[in-house]
């Protein structure tokens, strides 16, 4: 089994993808739309190719449903529906999933070590982003370390706002990240710290930035 990458490594592959993006999405439409305009599916292509750089880079899917990563990352395999009638969890997906490289035997032999879930455009603490965060936690979370292989999640996302906005990112953003730590602080294995790049001022069009809010399981927790 291959080294999986630090973390280090794939937020920041995970920041340059979304900034990639930005750059690529702003060129394409002779730099009269911003990133927020565009589809989701130009963050996940962008950030899976960044994340495909990384020395020994992990497996990168994108889309995987809540099943099969539970599949891939409990002791059971198949006490995942078990598992989300327990934690409240419905069928849904993740926009990237990192699992271990390594010399597959079967279809069934995956293990699955990082949810990422990306958003585009956010500019406001929305009940939505909070769900998300939960359900983030819901997947990491754990009593022991033994029960999952999912080492955290991270919720990555590029946020702009126009020069005629009254609230600026910097305060828009600590009002986002105080609705998420008040998630996670409902689970005592968690901890959870924001990763991003600084704001970027554009003359007279607006400002951006890109970030990455993770969520990880912390054994040492479990002692406290």
């Not at 750089?53 to 059971?76: G, Q």
Request: charged share 25%.
């Amino acid at each position: 089994m291959s080294n999986f990458p630090a973390q280090k490594n794939v937020i920041d592959a995970l920041l340059r993808g979304i900034q990639n993006a930005e750059k690529n999405f702003l060129f394409w439409t002779n730099n009269r739309l911003s990133l927020s305009s565009g589809p989701q599916k130009i963050l996940s292509i962008h950030v899976a190719q960044e994340l495909s750089f990384i020395k020994n880079p992990p497996e990168v899917f994108i889309d995987a449903t809540v099943a099969d990563i539970l599949r891939c990352s409990l002791p059971d395999r198949k006490a995942f529906k078990a598992f989300m009638e327990k934690n409240g969890l419905s069928q849904g997906t993740f926009g990237i999933t990192l699992d271990e490289r390594f010399l597959h035997h079967n279809n069934n032999d995956s293990i699955s070590r990082v949810i990422i879930s990306l958003h585009n455009g956010v500019r406001n603490a929305k009940v939505e982003y909070t769900h998300e965060i939960e359900r983030i936690c819901k997947m990491v979370h754990r009593e022991t370390k033994e029960d999952s292989t999912l080492d955290y999640g991270v919720f990555a996302f590029y946020a702009d706002i126009s020069d005629a906005a009254r609230k600026k990112l910097s305060k828009r953003l600590p009002e986002i990240i105080e609705s998420f730590d008040a998630v996670v602080a409902r689970y005592p294995s968690l901890s959870a710290r924001l990763v991003s790049v600084p704001i970027h001022t554009v003359e007279d069009v607006g400002e951006w930035m890109a970030g990455c809010y993770v969520i990880e399981f912390m054994p040492e927790n479990l002692s406290k």
